[in-house]
């Protein structure tokens, strides 16, 4: 019941787009909203930027908290440290993470409790790509991309030194963050320098840590319930992580010429039944040239390089080393952009990339989960736009080959011996696999009144297996599952349709999405009660299956961000099952929220509240239904100006009502005995000069 009582709600909120039909439009009015699209982009481009105040305002600890409340957005939630955006019910590969337009290059995408290796302290802009304008970074990103936007290459030269800073500290988990920037410049040389610092001990929760109270009986393995006695504080929920980046830009007249350096240390815990903690660094370096007008005809072309280092070592609850991951990575990027062409404007573009992924078992010096892999990827792509009278259509291809090589020389941690209950279970075959993908989007907009649109996109989007997927093999103690890999698997192809109606201006805003996903050969991993009786964990066998994901969000919108009040109403319902029946696992909840906001003079005060209804479509194989939640968040913040320095002192109050907050999207070893944070007060100042 509340399930359709979520679907009618959102059902509505079109309805509000015609209420103010008749509202007179200034022709010259420039919107500059937070959160809403720019006046270059429409329903067929990025579905989110978030940037300026509200970014601000909305930024975690992490990437994945950052986003989840945003439509159609949530997160895996795997404690404080690692938390990834799960966008329409979909996760892992199916949503690609980059850092200004090249991939992060991490392994975050293999599992829940490796985190994203991207600091977003000092990030000016966070991009949801979907549709044509995704194609652009990869293929087999169903879900969508996730950019994230920190300016360290400079394109314009700084008139003036500037910069900024914020610091603030947290009551739950006794936090503290510091970051800044400078930017600054040397006749034509930009340069910028951004640090920053986060500690945060072990969080608060509101009661139990085991959902329904210790001695709940959860039976997440073979050995029989497996109980917690942990009450009000969460252990292994700690978070630490040290960042710096630099960049210097030679500007031109017809361009630039960049490089930046960024380091990552992140120390953080995994509150899983079993505990652990992984410490991870990653070194990136990258290169960038720009030149405006490179040929008659084009405007712009622009090439860049990024090499990265990656590595994290996983420890148990006791200190001892168990695994080392790493992964080096290059990645070419190359972007051509032409002048109008009979009224279509758009790019051609190469992306070019290596990698090779390693997993060694400290205890035996063997593959730890998957054997060394280097994945090799070559993609041409080309995108176009052009707009007809009131129409404006988006087209784009992208043609990708995938090959992944593993090291036949490789031995398993855990090989040939494994007795299994249930079924048999073989170690994969390390045999290299060649893929050939083809994705494409159409979309189309058609601007049928002053502010209103209505549009459509249908986007085939083709995934290579991962090397995970095809070669994994060994237990996984953060997700207490035995990994089976399947070096048969196929291509798997994402059919998304999806029809959006938008009124973009005036006081009253307001968008409404409906999609179907359809997909053959959807990759999961399948379980049937089987388990390995050395560590009695149910066995994970990848599989394929055709699924289908629908769902509806919608949000209206009132004065969004100017002065005065404003408010927001949103919600979003997804449903994900396979064809032949049952549901798709770690699939979002129905929601709904509600924000607003104040702003006078230079006080601003913001309140919001989601609530989060039951998830009872779940998995055959999973644990549940998950609970609802209601979350409530606050804020007050005063702004002034001393001398050349804008100082904003802020507060903000999360989970104020101290609920138990379990995402449905979070794998059992953290949905069932470790709650997200309990309430929080947050002190903070910021400022700019």
Not at 64 to 74: C, I, M, W
Not at 600 to 629: R, V
Not at 661 to 683: C, D
């Amino acid at each position: 019941m509340q399930l359709r009582q979520c679907i009618v709600l959102l059902t509505l909120l079109p309805m509000s787009l015609f209420v103010h039909c008749q509202e007179s439009v200034e022709t010259n009015l420039e919107i500059d909203v937070v959160g809403e699209r720019p006046n270059n982009q429409d329903i067929t481009s990025s579905a989110k930027i978030l940037y300026g105040d509200e970014l601000k305002n909305k930024l975690e600890s992490n990437l994945g908290a950052t986003l989840a409340n945003e439509l159609g957005v949530s997160a895996t939630g795997f404690g404080a440290g690692a938390s990834r955006p799960v966008i329409r019910g979909l996760d892992g590969s199916r949503v690609q993470i980059l850092e200004n337009g090249m991939t992060v290059n991490d392994v975050s995408s293999i599992s829940a409790d490796h985190a994203v290796a991207d600091s977003i302290q000092n990030a000016s802009q966070i991009e949801i790509l979907r549709g044509a304008s995704a194609l652009m970074y990869g293929s087999g990103s169903s879900g969508g991309l996730i950019n994230v936007l920190n300016d360290r290459i400079a394109t314009v030269l700084p008139d003036k030194t500037m910069g900024g800073f914020n610091v603030n500290g947290g009551s739950s988990a006794n936090s503290k963050t510091t970051a800044a920037f400078v930017d600054s410049s040397i006749g034509q040389l930009a340069l910028h320098l951004d640090v920053s610092k986060m500690d945060a001990g072990v969080y608060g929760i509101p009661g139990a840590a085991e959902l329904g109270g210790s001695n709940a009986n959860w039976a997440i393995t073979k050995q029989g319930p497996v109980n917690i006695s942990y009450s009000n504080s969460l252990p292994f929920s700690y978070n630490n992580q040290n960042n710096l980046g630099v960049g210097a830009s030679f500007i031109g007249n017809n361009g630039y010429t960049g490089f930046s350096y960024e380091h990552l240390a992140h120390n953080y815990g995994i509150p899983s039944v079993n505990g652990g903690y992984i410490e991870q660094t990653q070194d990136r370096y990258d290169v960038v040239n720009e030149v405006h007008r490179p040929l008659e005809g084009f405007s712009n072309f622009k090439i860049g390089l990024s090499h990265s280092e990656y590595n994290h070592n996983e420890y148990d609850r006791d200190g001892v080393p168990q695994t080392i991951w790493n992964n080096k990575a290059d990645e070419l990027r190359a972007v051509l952009s032409h002048e109008s062409w009979n009224q279509w404007s758009g790019l051609f573009g190469l992306q070019l990339s290596t990698a090779k992924l390693a997993a060694l078992d400290v205890p035996t010096q063997a593959s730890a989960i998957v054997p060394e892999t280097t994945t090799n990827s070559e993609a041409l792509f080309w995108i176009e736009e052009a707009k007809f009278g009131n129409f404006k259509t988006s087209i784009g291809i992208r043609m990708n080959m995938v090959s992944q090589q593993p090291n036949t020389s490789s031995t398993y941690a855990v090989t040939g011996g494994e007795q299994f209950v249930g079924a048999s279970f073989n170690t994969p075959n390390l045999v290299a696999r060649n893929f050939q993908l083809i994705s494409y989007s159409l979309g189309q907009t058609w601007a049928f009144a002053p502010s209103y649109l209505l549009g459509g996109t249908y986007t085939v989007s083709q995934r290579a297996p991962s090397a995970t997927e095809l070669y994994g093999y060994g237990p996984h103690d953060a997700t207490a599952t035995f990994l089976v890999g399947n070096t048969n698997l196929t291509t798997e192809t994402s059919h998304n349709i999806e029809i959006s109606l938008q009124k973009n201006l005036g006081q009253f805003q307001a968008q409404t999405n409906l999609y179907l996903n359809r997909f053959n050969d959807y990759v999961y991993g399948a379980t049937n009660g089987s388990y390995d009786v050395a560590s009695s964990y149910l066995v994970e066998q990848i599989s394929q299956a055709n699924a289908t994901i629908k769902g509806i969000e919608a949000e209206l919108t009132y004065n969004w961000k100017e002065t005065g009040w404003s408010g927001r109403f949103f919600g979003d319902v997804s449903r994900g099952t396979f064809d032949a029946g049952g549901n798709l696992p770690l699939q979002p909840a129905p929601r709904v929220g509600l924000e607003l906001i104040e702003k006078k003079d230079s006080w601003m005060y913001t309140a919001s509240l989601i609530h989060a209804y039951q998830q009872n479509a779940i998995a055959d194989f999973e644990i549940g239904p998950t609970p609802s939640y209601n979350l409530l968040n606050a804020g007050v913040s005063y702004t002034k100006k001393v001398d050349q320095l804008l100082l904003t002192f802020y507060l903000k109050a999360t989970n104020i009502l101290n609920q138990d907050v379990r995402y449905s999207t979070t794998p059992e070893t953290i949905r069932l005995y470790a709650p997200q944070m309990g309430q929080n007060i947050l002190f903070g100042l910021r400022g700019i000069f």
